[in-house]
């Protein structure tokens, strides 16, 4: 036998020895079914499925629980002797209403509406970096609760040594790029302007009238809740990036006003935004049927039953901020 004859039946025994080995289905390949393709996601599925990543990646729940907790923080510093029915209203409504669950349905519709593939491929870069991951751990723990004397003492120690200024121009442009203190300051305008509507509700025309004169002295302290909320919020991130270098809050400035974190931070924003506008009425609908409806049915005392006071009204609804 010739050597290629030999070798042509080495190959042809080898291929039968391997068939023999393999299933009855391998051997057929008339018989193999193809598997079927994996279905590529709808276009909207795929960029709610990317929108998501963004919202769990960048960790903007972090940023919503803390415009709560200084809406909480900041009304019961400005109304400190609350009825406690009010007090127990009022908390009960920050903690449903104003929600991270609640903020990030609008939020979520704000950046599907505005959607931009092109900005929402960088934020999802910055965010998986390492500089990111550490901005966003540093935020969830900046809401971790339990943190105030933790907070008290460590800005006691910022009035013996200043930052530098690098530090202080850095967290004053997250602010800025964020819109923490403007987002903030919403809020509690929502809340307030609510409260002040639910007690308008149940107000006598005297007690209204009364209402309308205290405008000139509310818009007073308008002009000044707008200071102590970015004052507050600017003490707050001093102690929330503690442990983040100079360098890493530069970065994270200039990717908040690069155009990728505009797009996200603005949009977001205008969710939030969408939100409150509804929330005012919200708060006025809550109110008249709980506190005023408590109080209604409450038997009165014997001094109150003699002169039936009008309902306290909340100290003042805050501006909407100026635009800068």
């Not at 406690?84 to 509406?113: G, I, M």
Request: net charge positive; glycine share 4%; hydrophobic share 40%.
């Amino acid at each position: 036998m010739s050597r290629l004859a030999r070798l042509a039946t080495l190959s042809l025994a080898a291929f039968l020895l391997a068939g023999a080995a393999l299933p009855a289905q391998a051997q057929d390949k008339s018989r193999a079914r193809p598997k079927p393709a994996t279905p590529k996601p709808a276009a909207g599925d795929e960029k709610s499925a990317g929108i998501d990543e963004a919202l769990r990646l960048s960790g903007l729940r972090n940023h919503l629980t803390g415009v709560r907790l200084r809406m909480k923080q900041i009304l019961e510093n400005d109304n400190p002797n609350l009825d406690p029915d009010v007090r127990q209203w009022l908390w009960q409504t920050l903690d449903v209403s104003f929600s991270p669950e609640a903020y990030t349905k609008p939020v979520k519709q704000a950046l599907l509406d505005n959607h931009d593939a092109d900005a929402l491929t960088r934020v999802l870069i910055w965010y998986r970096s390492a500089n990111g991951k550490k901005v966003v751990k540093l935020e969830q723990s900046g809401v971790e609760p339990g943190q105030s004397q933790a907070r008290k003492k460590y800005l006691a120690t910022l009035e013996d040594k200043q930052p530098s200024e690098e530090r202080l121009v850095a967290v004053f442009r997250i602010d800025e790029a964020s819109r923490a203190s403007e987002g903030t300051f919403g809020a509690i305008k929502a809340v307030v302007n609510g409260w002040n509507s639910g007690i308008e509700q149940v107000m006598s025309e005297q007690g209204r009238q009364r209402a309308a004169q205290g405008e000139i002295a509310r818009d007073v302290f308008r002009a000044q809740m707008r200071d102590t909320v970015s004052e507050d919020v600017l003490r707050e991130m001093m102690y929330t990036y503690r442990d983040a270098t100079d360098a890493e809050l530069r970065a994270y400035a200039e990717f908040l006003e690069s155009d990728a974190g505009k797009w996200f931070f603005n949009t977001a924003y205008k969710g939030q935004q969408a939100f409150l506008e509804k929330t005012v009425d919200k708060v006025a609908e809550e109110y008249v049927s709980t506190i005023y409806v408590k109080k209604t049915t409450r038997p009165p005392s014997r001094a109150a039953a003699d002169k039936a006071p009008e309902p306290a009204a909340p100290k003042a609804a805050p501006a909407a901020p100026a635009k800068k």
